[in-house]
């Protein structure tokens, strides 16, 4: 039996889990959703786990998920042509005229609009923050100098951040929509977009994805920049879940202020009703240790109750010694924290009269009553995955077991704190389906005799509509 906890754990496909038996290891010991990351990803090797994935999925019934990262505009320096060390004082041009080798005076830089976003006195970030730069003045064409603030070693091919800098490139990138067209075809469960400054980035991906696939894929936001920190209310009513991208988060902001940034972010989505991952560095010493540190038990446990719906393995999972014995680890930490009484969301009841207000409405009092009553379960039936997102947001006490014939809904809700989706394609009187869920509940070990469960649908049934109906049932 897979591992039973509310809280996901999302783990990045690579090198390190390529065959069948370490990923339904990795499976087995927690992993809910696999995420493909489409800065490092080959398609060969792309559509090779993803066919092992579904290969799982349909041999053991599993609901694994698939979320395809798309890059974003990731900005690089050139080759080195030597070991290069900069010095503080020192003075670089940044040249984007045409690709050459570097040296400690001038250096290639990919972003060819860089001389004329940039202004004296900004901040240039290379290497994660390790190296710091100002610059001094650019010529609006194709080159810029800069003074060395805090140097370094100066290796090939660095990722460059540019604080305090508004970048024109547009969030979904040349390489991105070629990427994002490839995981259409292969239709995955969620993408995620890097880089997200404004609600407009969303739309040119939400646009590409209705035009190019029969059914709804949902985006999720990367939340690493400081104009997507200051535009977060627009942007989680145009995307359909954030993810806590603290890397270069970290880099763009002070490292001091992403904590409560964190919290911020997913207070955020519980608002809005949406999914959160928090990700980056969770378990960084398990890519070559079997122990993580007191400090990241810490901050696993702390996403936890913040409220994350999931935690994400990087480096960890895709070229780490141990993917298995890092998702058993983070299950632990998970198991431990995840129904603690300490835990309490400010989460909203539904007060905007909106069209789907009435379904909003019921979700709240059933996560409220499923606590009052001490329900084992809240089951409902779903064709959108709508109910489960909303359910979900208000962290009930019990299971959500979410009921679907839509195929595409059984894996994307893996994503969803507390949610598991099973198949369900009868749709006769409202009297025998719950029945029939009921006993799927008791027969997956949810619910034993004498529990209640609370059990929600639309009727009439065959009609699939919005949710209108709360029933409360004792087993027998």
């Not at 090797?45 to 998920?65: A, G, M, P």
């Not at 895709?318 to 983070?330: A, C, F, H, L």
């Amino acid at each position: 039996m897979l591992p039973r906890k509310k809280t996901k754990i999302v783990a990045t496909l690579g090198p390190a889990c390529s065959t069948k038996e370490i990923i339904k290891q990795m499976i087995e010991s927690g992993v809910n959703v696999f995420r493909i990351n489409f800065s490092h990803a080959d398609y060969f090797d792309i559509e090779d786990k993803v066919k092992i994935i579904r290969e799982l999925n349909d041999e053991f019934h599993y609901n694994t998920s698939i979320l395809a990262d798309l890059q974003g505009p990731k900005l690089r320096v050139g080759v080195m042509k030597d070991e290069v060390v900069l010095k503080k004082g020192d003075i670089i041009t940044f040249s984007t005229k045409e690709e050459f080798l570097g040296t400690a005076q001038k250096v290639y830089m990919t972003y060819k609009s860089f001389p004329q976003d940039v202004n004296p006195g900004e901040s240039i970030l290379l290497d994660d923050g390790k190296l710091i730069f100002t610059v001094l003045d650019t010529d609006g064409v194709e080159e810029v100098r800069a003074v060395v603030v805090q140097g370094g070693p100066l290796r090939s091919k660095k990722g460059v951040n540019l604080p305090n800098t508004k970048v024109s490139l547009p969030a979904l990138t040349e390489k991105d929509i070629k990427d994002a067209l490839f995981a259409i075809k292969l239709s995955v469960d969620w993408i995620a977009l890097s880089f997200v400054r404004t609600e407009e980035d969303l739309e040119d991906l939400r646009l590409l994805i209705e035009e190019h696939s029969a059914h709804k894929i949902p985006i999720i936001a990367k939340i690493e920049k400081p104009e997507a920190v200051a535009n977060i209310n627009k942007i989680v009513s145009h995307c359909d879940g954030l993810m806590v991208a603290r890397g270069d988060l970290g880099v763009e902001i002070p490292a001091q202020e992403v904590p409560l940034i964190q919290k911020q972010l997913v207070h955020k989505a519980k608002y809005a009703r949406i999914p959160v991952i928090i990700a980056t560095q969770m378990m960084e010493t398990m890519i070559t240790s079997l122990t993580p540190t007191r400090a990241e038990v810490n901050d696993v446990a702390n996403s936890v109750m913040d409220g994350a719906d999931a935690v994400m393995l990087s480096g960890e999972t895709s070229v780490g010694n141990y993917p298995v014995q890092v998702i058993e680890k983070m299950t632990q930490i998970i198991n431990s924290v995840e129904n603690s009484e300490l835990i309490k969301l400010p989460v909203n009841d539904p007060k905007i009269k909106t069209k789907r207000f009435i379904t909003k409405s019921i979700c709240y009092h059933a996560a409220i009553m499923a606590n009052s009553i001490e329900a084992k379960v809240i089951n409902t039936l779903t064709n959108s995955g709508y109910t489960a997102f909303q359910i979900s947001a208000w962290r009930p006490n019990a299971h959500i077991l979410a009921y679907t014939s839509n195929k595409h809904m059984l894996t994307q809700l893996s994503l969803l704190w507390g949610v598991t989706a099973f198949w369900y394609d009868k749709y006769e009187s409202t009297d025998v389906t719950i029945e029939d869920i009921n006993q799927i509940a008791k027969d997956n070990n949810y619910v034993i005799e004498g529990d209640y469960t609370i059990n929600l649908a639309s009727m009439p049934l065959n009609e699939k509509g919005m949710v209108n109906t709360i029933r409360v049932s004792e087993i027998e």
